[in-house]
């Protein structure tokens, strides 16, 4: 039996720092792994400087930064200087946990003279941490997250969460997959539901605005409708495919996320589509999270500490 800190956490667990806005966070994953909180100070100067003060003594300690990347920027720079930081300080490891990881969509040059930013934000953060933890990235067209990050991983995936909510809260679903990218992955959330699924076509004309078309749905009548999405960033996605669901004369559809990012009025838009509902996990803190995947992020931290391979 691992002893005990004066604290009252496992001696051999990881202290958990929060960055700044991530305290649930921390709290969640501090007592899934019976850990103790640390401290860093973090404010910014009057000239928009980020100042970072480690408090919590972590020589020889595994830590954890815990941050979910949605706004990415304002955490950047907090990040990279806590980690420095606390490896400074003595630090053993230090795992971020990063439930949703952002940067990870402009996965390729679409158009000449852009910067694949996904390739660049994973060096970055691969100089200053020795693993990450995250929820399912947004892996289209990398195969696996060891092609952005040098530094080992661990990615929980939502599926099985996504399934058993579903399967519990909604009577004769239907899954819907609002496009391609969508397509393999809302089909392992069926099949896990036991529920049939459709996927969608979406072009995107713009930051704020897509095109959705469903496939005849004819088969389903009868089925209440989920759309389920990995990322809700402008909730565009979504709403453009309840819209598509209504008008085909479905009742009002279950919209299901992973990452609430919600950017500006999101939320709002989609409440007002028409959605019954909208449900996303935890990963990123937001009053629609009902569906827990932290519990298997911390097992996954403690998976990643006890063989970083
Ligand atoms: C696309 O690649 C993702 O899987 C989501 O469909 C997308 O991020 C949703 O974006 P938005 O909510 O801005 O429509």
């Given amino acids: 039996m691992a002893g005990q800190t004066p604290t009252g956490g496992r001696a051999d667990a990881p202290l958990v720092f929060p960055l700044p806005g991530q305290e649930a966070l921390a709290d969640a994953l501090a007592q899934a792994l019976a850990a103790d909180r640390g401290e860093l100070l973090v404010r910014s100067f009057p000239d928009g400087e980020s100042y970072v003060r480690v408090l919590s003594p972590c020589s020889g300690r595994d830590v954890v930064?815990?941050?979910?990347?949605?706004?990415?920027?304002?955490?950047?720079?907090?990040?990279?200087?806590?980690?420095?930081?606390?490896?400074?300080?003595?630090?053993?490891?230090?795992?971020?946990?990063?439930?949703?990881?952002?940067?990870?969509?402009?996965?390729?040059?679409?158009?000449?003279?852009?910067?694949?930013?996904?390739?660049?934000?994973g060096d970055l953060l691969s100089g200053f941490v020795d693993g990450l933890v995250t929820v399912d990235p947004h892996l289209h067209r990398y195969r696996s997250l060891d092609q952005v990050y040098r530094v080992p991983s661990r990615v929980v995936h939502a599926a099985p969460a996504l399934a058993r909510w579903i399967a519990g809260n909604v009577e004769s679903p239907l899954l819907v997959g609002p496009d391609s990218e969508s397509g393999q992955w809302v089909s392992d959330v069926a099949r896990r539901a036991s529920a049939p699924h459709v996927v969608a076509t979406k072009r995107r004309l713009g930051d704020r605005e897509v095109e959705v078309d469903v496939p005849p749905l004819d088969a389903w009548h009868g089925r209440q409708p989920v759309v389920v999405d990995d990322i809700v960033s402008t909730g565009r996605t979504m709403v453009r495919t309840v819209r598509r669901l209504l008008e085909a004369g479905y009742p009002a559809p279950v919209c299901v996320g992973v990452h609430a990012v919600f950017a500006g009025d999101a939320f709002t838009a989609l409440q007002r589509s028409g959605a019954a509902e909208v449900v996303t996990t935890n990963t990123i803190h937001h009053p629609s999270n009902r569906i827990d995947v932290l519990a298997d992020v911390a097992a996954s931290v403690t998976a990643l500490l006890a063989d970083p391979a």
């Avoid at 950047?76 to 490896?87: C, I, K, Q």
């Fill in 65 to 121: 930064l815990a941050a979910s990347l949605s706004p990415p920027n304002p955490l950047v720079m907090p990040l990279v200087f806590g980690a420095r930081g606390l490896r400074e300080l003595g630090a053993r490891r230090i795992v971020l946990v990063a439930p949703y990881l952002a940067y990870m969509r402009q996965d390729t040059r679409f158009q000449d003279g852009e910067v694949v930013t996904s390739a660049v934000f």
